[in-house]
């Protein structure tokens, strides 16, 4: 199983940026993928998660409204689209393949596989 993220970058406070999580060796029927995100000094947090089965969608509150995060079955692709990126937002995000119970998505130790994560810095 592997996941790839991509997509991060610099962008200008206010601007947009859309994170790509390829992955293989996997299904998204069978696996829920979630974005996580880890600032300098502080500890990893759950971005959002696409539940397997249903495709339902969870988010953090620092993020909700801004952040939508979807897939392609097809491509075996998870994308989570950020607008309106905050300074605060910077951080190198993660996507990881795992099967938690809807109420604990946020959970990092319920996740099986990690990608390597892309750097996203929000200037102000």
């Known amino acids: 199983v592997q996941l790839q993220a991509s997509g991060g970058g610099l962008v200008q406070a206010g601007g947009s940026l859309r994170l790509s999580c390829a992955t293989s060796?996997?299904?998204?029927?069978?696996?829920?993928i979630g974005w996580f995100r880890q600032a300098p000094g502080k500890e990893r947090e759950g971005v959002s998660y696409?539940?397997?089965?249903?495709?339902?969608?969870y988010y953090a509150n620092s993020v909700k409204g801004r952040f939508t995060i979807s897939r392609d079955n097809a491509k075996n692709t998870v994308y989570l689209q950020m607008n309106s990126l905050k300074p605060e937002d910077t951080a190198v995000y993660f996507c990881?393949?795992?099967?938690?119970?809807?109420?604990?998505?946020?959970?990092?130790?319920?996740?099986?596989?990690w990608g390597q994560g892309t750097q996203v810095t929000v200037s102000s």
């Open positions: 696409i539940r397997s089965s249903s495709g339902a969608q």
């Open positions: 990881a393949a795992g099967r938690p119970v809807a109420s604990s998505w946020s959970t990092s130790g319920l996740y099986y596989y």
């Open positions: 060796g996997l299904r998204l029927v069978d696996y829920g």
